[in-house]
């Protein structure tokens, strides 16, 4: 599957951007979404995931209550939600694809399809 991120920009504190990640080459249902991001000089860390159908998602604790995924599988997209964005929000944010949902979901090494990132950059 390919992937591709867009959605990214600048944008104030407490503001919001939703981006999205779209997929292509076979069939994006069958594939578990995870979102992660990298600020420079830092590791790619996890920020959410959901399953193909949408009955799991798992976020990190920097971003509950303040980020959504979903997906549209009609549309071969996963969205992210990003709301009160904070500075420390600034990263490059990257979707990638595994097969399967598993306690390890938060590991981007689980992960065997990435798509280019998009940078998200929260500045006043």
């Known amino acids: 599957v390919q992937l591709q991120a867009s959605g990214g920009g600048l944008v104030q504190p407490g503001e919001s951007l939703r981006l999205s990640c779209a997929g292509s080459?076979?069939?994006?249902?069958?594939?578990?979404i995870g979102w992660f991001r990298q600020a420079p000089g830092k590791e790619r860390e996890f920020v959410a995931a959901?399953?193909?159908?949408?009955?799991?998602?798992d976020y990190a604790d920097s971003v509950k209550g303040r980020f959504t995924i979903s997906r549209d599988n009609a549309e071969n997209t996963v969205y992210l939600q990003m709301n009160r964005l904070k500075p420390a929000d600034t990263a490059v944010y990257h979707c990638?694809?595994?097969?399967?949902?598993?306690?390890?979901?938060?590991?981007?090494?689980?992960?065997?399809?990435w798509g280019q990132g998009t940078l998200v950059t929260v500045s006043s």
């Open positions: 080459g076979t069939t994006f249902s069958d594939y578990v």
């Open positions: 959901i399953s193909q159908k949408r009955t799991m998602k």
């Open positions: 990638g694809a595994t097969a399967f949902y598993s306690s390890r979901v938060a590991d981007p090494s689980e992960y065997n399809y």
